[in-house]
């Protein structure tokens, strides 16, 4: 039995087949019956979610068409800003933070009749792999509940891998939604950098980050991207571009297609298994009449190290307003400075406080030249073997991540071993490129994803290419062990 999806719960709606209140109920109480196995959502949204939904039935009673979107169940990862809602970023720093205004991308979802079930957890502002760093809680994998779901967005992965929503949408600065997408088995989407306005979207690395969404398939990735795209005057680096309907691109037709494989993804450190799942995936668009191609990056090897100088950085500047004066947590001292050290030590976890440490030394006088100029130098040149490599190719194929997910607590101790789980993910966001994950595979039980990387602004083609391959390998559309929504 397949996942219920956006299009097919629209079709019944519009239908009368059921009604959003139904819908939502039902789902709501599939979330209550396997929540406290995942531990997907830091909120519940129960109220707000049957009223929107109550509304989407009238409108559909008076007979007025619904947007795709309307009434279907979803959530919201919890470092995107909703009006009147917690956005904790799962830090004790904003524990009873609540928004004062909506992020831009929910007054877009808000238009199309949106239904939210609640905010979800992810690795404290969104800094870690796992979802492991969150203040409040762990999120498990749906598939296996001893393993992680990825992070930083686990719980918007978690909670669709485990049909607790329909959707929902997350944050990639390095890898946040398509990694945790790879491990949960689901279609991970992160769009070209200033698709999605980020305005309202509490800022980690403001150069690399970008909201993109969690999906059961490849049509459903493009509904939600109609939904959520376009330019915003609030947002200095939204890209000013005509609105496009992404459903258009579901072509099941990859003929004469060049996939290029770049070398450097599939080296040492590759499991085998993996790599054999991505193996027959570019034999099936072999057969599909694609033309697979071989090309280098070779400063793709710089990446993790580049990424984890240029982020830290970038952090370290955004978090500085979190000092106990303006919002959020106040811890008294005996004057301002005992202040701000016993707020940002308290208020602040582990990782989050490492990636500031890291970021302002790099920044610091003396090393400005030596580590962040060289990064960002190296970024350029990142940026060049990706273009080059798409010159010879429509789009490129690579593991989403070295191995499938791993179990709790196995990397506590070796924060570098953490951070080079990254390693096929953090380049796209140093060259604001588009890329998607989709499930290609199995390794004991556990998804085993495969990443298409597609040029700047052409996410037609890497739905395209995702799709096609979605349609012909339909024995990948496995449900989780979380079990179905009975309508």
């Not at 193996?279 to 034999?283: C, G, I, K, L, Q």
């Not at 073997?385 to 010159?391: F, M």
């Given at each position: 039995?397949e996942p219920l999806?956006?299009?097919?719960?629209?079709?019944?709606?519009?239908?009368?087949e059921?009604?959003a209140?139904?819908?939502?109920?039902?789902?709501?109480?599939?979330k209550d019956?396997?929540?406290?196995?995942i531990q997907a959502f830091?909120?519940?949204n129960r109220?707000?979610a049957?009223?929107?939904?109550?509304a989407?039935?009238?409108?559909?009673?008076?007979?007025?068409?619904?947007a795709?979107l309307?009434?279907?169940?979803?959530?919201?990862?919890d470092n995107?800003c909703i009006k009147g809602?917690?956005?904790t970023?799962?830090s004790?720093m904003?524990?009873h933070?609540?928004s004062?205004?909506?992020a831009?991308?929910?007054?877009?979802?808000?238009?199309a009749?949106?239904?939210?079930?609640g905010?979800?957890n992810?690795?404290?502002f969104?800094?870690?792999s796992?979802?492991?760093?969150?203040?409040f809680?762990?999120?498990h994998?749906?598939?296996?509940t001893?393993?992680v779901?990825?992070?930083s967005?686990?719980?918007?992965?978690?909670?669709?891998a485990?049909?607790e929503c329909?959707?929902?949408?997350?944050?990639?600065?390095?890898?946040?939604?398509?990694?945790p997408?790879?491990?949960?088995?689901v279609?991970?989407i992160?769009?070209?950098?200033g698709?999605?306005s980020?305005?309202?979207?509490?800022?980690?690395?403001?150069?690399?980050?970008?909201?993109?969404?969690?999906?059961h398939?490849?049509?459903d990735?493009?509904?939600?991207?109609?939904?959520?795209t376009g330019?915003d005057?609030k947002?200095?680096t939204?890209?000013?571009?005509e609105?496009?309907?992404?459903?258009?691109?579901l072509?099941?037709?990859?003929?004469g297609?060049?996939?290029?494989?770049?070398?450097e993804?599939?080296g040492?450190?590759?499991?085998e298994?993996?790599?054999?799942?991505l193996?027959?995936?570019?034999?099936t668009?072999?057969q599909l009449?694609?033309?697979?191609?071989?090309v280098?990056?070779?400063h793709?090897?710089?990446g993790?190290?580049?990424?984890y100088?240029i982020?830290?950085?970038?952090?370290s500047?955004?978090l500085?307003?979190y000092?106990?004066v303006g919002f959020?947590?106040?811890v008294?001292g005996?004057d301002?400075?005992d202040m701000?050290?016993k707020?940002?030590?308290?208020?602040?976890g582990?990782e989050?406080?490492?990636r500031i440490?890291?970021?302002?030394?790099?920044?610091?006088?003396?090393?400005?030249?030596?580590?962040y100029?060289?990064?960002?130098?190296?970024?350029?040149l990142?940026k060049q073997?990706?273009?080059?490599?798409?010159?010879q190719?429509d789009?490129l194929?690579?593991?989403?991540a070295?191995?499938?997910?791993?179990?709790?607590g196995?990397?506590?101790?070796?924060?570098?071993?953490?951070?080079?789980?990254d390693v096929?993910?953090v380049?796209l966001?140093?060259?604001?490129?588009p890329?998607?994950?989709?499930?290609?595979?199995?390794?004991?039980?556990?998804?085993v994803?495969m990443q298409?990387?597609g040029k700047?602004l052409?996410?037609?083609t890497?739905?395209?290419?995702?799709y096609t391959f979605?349609q012909?390998?339909?024995?990948?559309?496995r449900?989780?062990?979380m079990g179905?929504?009975?309508?």
């Open positions: 039995m999806t956006i299009h097919g719960l629209h079709d019944k709606l519009v239908k009368g059921l009604s209140v139904e819908l939502t109920k039902k789902f709501l109480a599939h019956a396997v929540e406290p196995r830091l909120s519940d109220q707000f049957l009223e929107a939904a109550a989407v039935d009238k409108k559909i009673s008076a007979g007025e068409n619904i795709d309307a009434g279907i169940p979803g959530a919201i990862k995107i809602q917690q956005a970023c799962a004790k904003l524990e933070f609540k004062p205004y909506n831009a991308i929910i007054d877009k979802l808000m238009a009749d949106y239904v939210s079930l905010k979800t992810m690795d404290e969104a800094m870690g796992s979802t492991e760093n969150s203040a809680q762990i999120t994998n749906p598939w296996h001893d393993y779901p990825g992070g967005s686990g719980g918007s992965a978690a909670a669709v485990a049909n329909v959707w929902a949408l997350g944050s990639d600065t390095g890898g946040s939604i398509r990694q997408a790879a491990y949960c088995g279609v991970g992160k769009p070209t950098y698709l999605v980020r305005y309202g979207l509490i800022a980690f690395a403001s150069s690399l980050d970008q909201i993109g969404s969690f999906t398939d490849v049509e990735c493009a509904i939600v991207l109609n939904t959520i330019h005057v947002d200095s939204s890209i000013p571009q609105p496009k309907d992404y459903k258009k691109s072509v099941n037709d990859v003929m297609m060049k996939i290029g494989i770049p070398k993804f599939f040492e450190g590759l499991d298994a993996c790599r054999k799942s193996e027959e995936a570019m034999e668009y072999k009449g694609a033309e697979i191609v071989s280098s990056m070779p793709i090897k710089y993790i190290a580049a990424y100088i982020a830290p950085a970038e952090a500047s955004n500085a307003r000092d106990g959020g947590l106040r008294e005996k301002i400075v701000y050290q707020t940002r030590s308290q208020g602040f582990p989050v406080r490492r440490l890291l970021g302002t030394y790099v920044l610091s006088s003396g090393y400005y030249d030596a580590y100029l060289r990064a960002m130098k190296v970024r350029t990142i073997d990706y273009d080059e490599a798409l010159k190719c789009i194929l690579t593991p989403t070295p191995d499938t997910a791993f179990k709790i196995q990397n506590d101790d070796n924060p570098l071993a953490m951070y080079l789980g096929c993910t380049t966001n140093l060259a604001g490129l890329g998607i994950s989709i499930p290609c595979g199995y390794k004991n039980g556990l998804p994803g298409l990387i700047a052409d996410e037609e890497l739905l395209r290419a995702a979605e012909h390998r339909t024995d990948l559309r449900p989780s062990p179905e929504v009975e309508l």
